[in-house]
């Protein structure tokens, strides 16, 4: 497999030359964190990636995890990373000060959550899923559930889960079965099966946190009627030491397709005691926290199947020889052209770094407004960015990961027959990814927020807030002549967008479901357009240096070169989502269930 290389010069690029976080935290009032900062943090983040936990990611998938009598064994070095990580004060970068926090906002450290899950993903859920669980308590605990767990789930010497899935519901919480029942301390007791709980038990923290949702008795029907808990593996006297052994135990782990060394779990809840968060049946809400933290986190494991493609890809297609070009041999000294010199080879190359770069800059540009969401002065910035966030969590969720995985599949083409074959890891990598249009809301799931909730709820509100921002750029950039191929398309999917939604609003009035059967080909394009803006934008900007003459001019050339590609190349995509939508809602519901197969 080829060595994992963290892209820091292209972090740098979004964090520092698009994004401009320096601008960014200053207008936030952040005087201490600024680009310095974060490229400290980046170097150190690299080392720690490429030196500690790439060299594990393809032993922990053939060794997996082990099961026994409840206990689970991470494979060999996990543990030893994990310590380390926690030693080197990595988990507390984003935590409250009070509870021994950095107090740093989520910008400063998506870029090292990027390189720790390309580095080794499955690794990177057991300390990805506690930063969910920290946030979740941290804007929904009381004091006294702040004091007891934080301090311990910020340093990392605890972690956390999250607890949703039943084995008879996944994407339908409202049906789920857990029940709650109030104990005379004002504890609960909680009963019931959750499955599939990642990193539900392992042998790298002294205690894990739980947060779970359940049933009050009584409580309302759907998802009206569940409340959220922390059930602890551990119990505690809120001193940070841990006692009794709680009544919360693992069944058993799952044998899977991909990120085998990440622990998923079947976690029996047996009378074990619990904490309510929040409100009595509000814990949907509560775990929205939790949720669209994890939908963030999803969305950069797109990014980084995305880039692992790529780096292998690369590599490979450079050294490897087949055929000659067609206009001409390249490398006539040898028996033949390396196959970098073939057209497609370059397609799907150019597709891979499109995926992974333009993923990597919508998820930063998340992480930025989720910073605005959090701390911005102004109530308005706050909101507009509250808006904008809400409608492009689910684009960059589903969206990143399929074309993450669709990336992750052009790395094994590019190895050919090799590709298949487990030594490069090629194979690894599309395995890896394929969870990731699963787990924290199916891609189906995903799309009818975002058509649904975000977009026809809002009576296209959310949706024109960000086309106006797009149309702007545009606007900004119309006498261009040099960057004119790039904004032209830009600007006429934009305005398109806008049309393509009314149309569909209006077919939904006569028939709902044309909402369901309109809305993946409504999230992709929605994608394709939404990275058709930031390569606009990343290629304004390549373009504003060069003009400056600030140097590293390949660098911003090759900018340049890869929007031309993803305007010409990868957003007419859209067009066919587009005439599938329009294709309708009949042609998918006129077959009878019985008549499906004969
Ligand atoms: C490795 C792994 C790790 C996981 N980690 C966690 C974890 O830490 N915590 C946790 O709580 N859960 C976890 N999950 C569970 C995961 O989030 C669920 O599996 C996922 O949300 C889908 O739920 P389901 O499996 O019940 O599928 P279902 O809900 O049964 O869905 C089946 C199919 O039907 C589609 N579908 C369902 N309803 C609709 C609809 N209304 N319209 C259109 N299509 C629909 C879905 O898109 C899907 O394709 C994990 C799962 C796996 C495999």
């Not at 300390?127 to 969910?132: C, D, M, T, Y």
């Not at 086309?467 to 904004?487: M, P, Q, R, S, W």
């Amino acid at each position: 497999m080829p060595e994992y290389k963290a892209p820091l010069r292209d972090m740098r690029f979004v964090l520092n030359e698009v994004l401009d976080l320096d601008g960014h935290y200053a207008k936030l009032g952040l005087e201490e964190v600024n680009s310095e900062l974060l490229n400290a943090f980046l170097e150190e983040g690299a080392k720690f990636s490429e030196n500690e936990l790439a060299p594990l990611n393809r032993s922990g998938d053939e060794e997996g995890c082990h099961f026994e009598d409840g206990v689970v064994t991470t494979p060999k070095g996990f543990k030893e990373a994990y310590a380390k990580y926690v030693e080197g004060g990595w988990p507390a970068i984003n935590g409250d000060p009070e509870f021994g926090g950095q107090g740093l906002p989520g910008s400063a450290s998506i870029a090292i959550s990027e390189m720790t899950g390309t580095a080794n993903w499955s690794w990177s859920m057991y300390p990805g899923l506690s930063h969910g669980a920290v946030a979740t308590i941290e804007e929904h605990g009381t004091d006294e559930q702040k004091n007891a767990y934080l301090p311990k789930l910020t340093s990392g010497e605890w972690t956390g889960t999250m607890c949703l899935t039943e084995p008879h519901c996944g994407s339908d919480l409202g049906i789920l079965k857990t029940k709650a029942e109030p104990n005379a301390d004002g504890s609960y007791s909680i009963t019931g099966t959750k499955i599939f709980i990642s990193a539900g038990e392992h042998d790298m923290a002294e205690n894990i946190v739980h947060i779970v949702l359940a049933r009050l008795p009584d409580a309302p029907k759907g998802t009206k009627g569940i409340s959220l808990f922390i059930v602890p593996k551990f119990l505690t006297d809120g001193s940070g030491a841990v006692g009794e052994r709680n009544a919360v135990a693992c069944g058993s782990i799952e044998h899977k397709m991909g990120i085998k060394a990440s622990a998923t779990c079947v976690m029996n809840f047996d009378g074990a005691t619990g904490y309510l968060i929040g409100p009595e049946n509000k814990g949907l809400n509560c775990m929205f926290t939790f949720m669209n933290f994890a939908r963030l986190g999803t969305a950069i494991q797109g990014v980084a199947h995305a880039e692992l493609g790529f780096q292998g890809g690369l590599a490979y297609a450079k050294e490897r020889l087949a055929m000659r070009s067609l206009s001409g041999p390249k490398n006539p000294d040898g028996p033949a052209d390396p196959i970098i010199v073939h057209p497609d080879v370059r397609r799907m190359l150019l597709t891979s770094k499109a995926f992974a770069e333009g993923g990597r800059a919508l998820v930063y540009l998340c992480a930025q407004l989720g910073d605005q969401v959090k701390l911005a002065r102004d109530d308005a910035e706050r909101e507009q960015a509250h808006d904008l966030m809400a409608l492009l969590t689910p684009i960059a969720k589903a969206f990143v990961t399929e074309v993450g995985l669709e990336a992750a599949n052009h790395g094994v083409q590019i190895y050919g027959g090799h590709g298949f074959i487990r030594e490069w890891g090629m194979e690894q990598n599309v395995r890896d990814a394929r969870i990731s249009t699963l787990y924290e809301g199916t891609t189906g799931i995903q799309a009818l927020d975002l058509l649904g909730r975000k977009v026809m709820m809002t009576q296209g509100q959310a949706l024109r807030n960000f086309t106006k921002i797009v149309h702007k750029f545009c606007e900004a950039h119309a006498d261009n002549g040099e960057l004119k191929e790039l904004i032209d398309p830009v600007a006429r999917y934009n305005r398109e967008w806008g049309e393509l939604t009314q149309a569909i609003a209006m077919q939904a009035m006569q028939n709902p479901d044309y909402v369901g059967a309109a809305s993946v080909d409504y999230l992709m394009y929605s994608g394709y357009v939404t990275l058709a803006y930031l390569w606009a934008r990343m290629a304004a900007k390549a373009q504003e240096q060069l003009a400056a003459g600030t140097g590293d001019e390949d660098f911003y050339k090759a900018k340049i070169s890869t929007a031309r590609f993803y305007m010409k190349r990868i957003l007419p995509r859209a067009a066919g989502h587009k005439g599938a939508i329009e294709g309708g809602l009949d042609c998918l519901m006129e077959l009878d269930q019985e008549h499906f197969a004969f």
